[in-house]
């Protein structure tokens, strides 16, 4: 018989208890009035009475709805070797607040692999000197707010299979990455600053539906990328100082097959690169992009679109760069509308084809306003465009392939001086009648509303020849008669973002040639036979993207030829959407539906003088576009759009958003499924009390009797949290958390 000494007894053992998975030391439980150590489980709300330093992990919330209060006390790894986990959060309802959590491999961590996680709140938290601040595992419906990270040598804030996240007024200073998403979808990133970061926000493979919204970021070598993800809006975000790329978007391309990162909608961003190496806006392997209200400067390439297709780049703002937009073996591009200036180059072509610019301001580019080069040689697929205006003009010899790609510059550049700014505060008709007449103000902008108009606004001012009128966005309300603006006898006027309500004629032109009316709003112009836009006798005019709605007519054109619409919205006029009597006219990717007698109506129709491209309606009379039978647009207007309301104003929409699959967004103009929510100029409006102190309370951090849950249904019951209705959820967002 062999005889085991009594220290080989205890060896075996441990052993034993080990290879049976038997904890040799227990975590003890803590939380309430039990005081926890290093190690331990929570499984009561606990605030912390000083100080905890540990070796290994630190507290283990082991209970749902834990509120663990640290009241600014630190969880410090007191080997400070980042290694370890700070507070690992098992389970739903977990509230941290007031902690300071310093040297660990993850200083939040709550992941599971077999189900989700919900309703985690982090409030008030400063997260300094760890490798990964928080880091999210099948995280959903959870809330960062008001914490600051400091010092993480990985992902200050990472989430992997999320949803449902909103990340509000953190701080991320000196970390590598500060928000990483990796397939996760659905969630909010708002008004979060990021100072001296290597890349400021990453969402990676399939994260998709997310909004980032009025972030600040500056010193920053990227500002937000987006890789192999798609349907995600960037916008308000102020991005300084950037080195390498202000905003970065890439699809990706396996050997037989490109995943392509669409529908993007980047608009009214500012960007300034700290240098010329920079790129404000890069898109690789993208499609059906929204590029819109973007400035972009002092970088090497303000927009850089390589193998991109399909996608819309309108009313940007790009000053000082070398290159304003470049346009590399991409096709279908729209280049619409914007302004590009002191640089040395405006627009820049290189293997692309098929792409339209038009409309765009290109002035003092030092090289050449517009370069094409390498364009091929298929006839079918050259590039084109009209109504641009250069300081070079576009038989300049920097221009290569001019003939056969056919885009027109026309050389007028209007200085300083030429521009009048009406002051808001005695704005009238008068005082823009007087502007409009004066010889010396070629560009007139208003600056504020005009409202409650008796008669005619603009009454056919006598120098109103050549000249811009700019609203800015601003209102012309009327009192049910007469016109808005009123042009006989004029030529090469164009009338800019205004938003024209309540006359018996929105624009009325009789005899007026070569003119342009972009990016203007027609709305309830409906007194007896009421029209938004009335064209008589006149020759070779452009209307690009207005909305006309609640008129009697939309637009009646009658004795008119080479009118031009491109991508307008003319919808739920009373009468007929568009009359077009004894008229030359060529429609191209208009949306002209739900009118409530006919979409278009034609008399003495002639189809030589016509041409329809791409539109869509469904109710028409003598119209068809090229190829269809008589009667019908290439596209039908969406089966559901009878019963959708507007429910946000074209300025706050902004123009020409790509439809999602239940056409909520429709060509410039938000829908929503019902009226309820909405004011009367169709705003979304939020009548719960309870839910708004609530929510008021979040914000505050004050989270007595806080229900998450409650909040989280309260918020899915107003607006579905679907990415169909995500601009309602974001203009509810941004009225309710940005200031």
Known sequence: MVVLSEKRVIVLSFLILVLLGVPFLSAKECGGNVECNCGDKVIESYNLSGDLSCEGNALVVSQKNIVINCRGYKIKNNENLLKGVGIKVSKDGTIIKNCSLVGWDKAILSSTSDSTIKNIILINNTIINNSQGVYFNNVEDSNITNSTFINC???????????????????????????????????????????????????????????????????????????????NTIKFNKIINVSDKGIFIEGKKNPDVIIRADKIHIKDNFIKGLSQQCEGIHISLGKENVLTHNKVSNCGKGINLVNDKDSLITLNNLF????????????????????????????????????????????????????????????????????????SPIDNSNVIGRDENKISCYSYVPTIDNVCLLDEYIISCAVLNEALNDSSCKIVKLRGDILNVEGTCIDNPENFNNKVLDCQRHKIVGSGDNYSIKLIGKENVSILNCHISNFSRGIYFEHVDNSKIINNSFINNTLLNNVGVYIFKSFNNTFLNNVLRNNSYGLYIKNSSNVSLFRNSIFQNTKKGILLENSSVNLTKNFICSNIGKDISVDN???????????????????????????????????????????????????????????????????????????????????????????????????????????????????????????????????????
Request: charged share 20%; aromatic share 12%; glycine share 6%.
């Open 605 to 739: 129709f002639d189809a030589s003088n016509h041409l329809g491209l791409n539109n869509s309606c469904s109710i028409v009379d003598g119209w068809h576009d090229v190829g269809k039978s008589s009667s019908e647009c290439e596209f039908s207007c969406p089966q559901n759009f009878q019963n959708l309301y507007l429910c946000s104003s074209n300025s706050e929409c902004e123009t020409l958003i790509f439809c999602e699959d239940n056409n909520y967004l429709c060509n410039g103009v938000c829908f929503c499924s019902s009226p309820s929510d909405l004011d009367i100029d169709g705003n979304f409006v939020v009548e719960d009390s309870e839910v708004n102190s609530i929510i008021n309370n979040w914000v505050r951090g004050d989270l007595t009797n806080f229900n998450q849950a409650k909040l989280n249904k309260k918020i899915h019951k107003w607006v579905g949290w679907k990415k169909q209705k995500s601009l309602i959820v974001d203009k509810f967002l941004n009225k309710k958390f940005i200031k």
């Open 320 to 391: 000082n760069n070398t290159y304003g937009t470049v346009l590399y073996k991409s096709t279908g591009e729209e280049v619409i509308n914007n302004s590009i200036q002191k640089g040395f180059s405006a627009i820049f072509i290189n293997g692309s084809q098929e792409n339209n610019i038009s409309f765009n301001f290109l002035v003092d580019n030092s090289f050449g306003d517009i370069i094409l080069e390498n364009l091929g040689t298929s006839p079918s697929k050259k590039n084109k465009g009209d109504n641009n205006y250069c300081s």
């Open 153 to 231: 040598t990985s992902e200050a804030f990472y989430s992997e299979s999320g949803k449902g996240l909103t990340l509000f007024n953190n701080s991320f200073i000196n970390v590598t990455n500060g928000i990483y998403f990796k397939t996760t979808k659905e969630s909010y990133l708002l008004n979060n600053t990021f100072k001296n970061n290597g890349l400021a926000i990453h969402l990676f493979k399939r994260s998709l539906g997310n909004i980032i919204s009025s972030n600040y970021i500056y010193n920053s070598d990227s500002g937000v990328s987006i890789k192999f993800s798609s349907n």
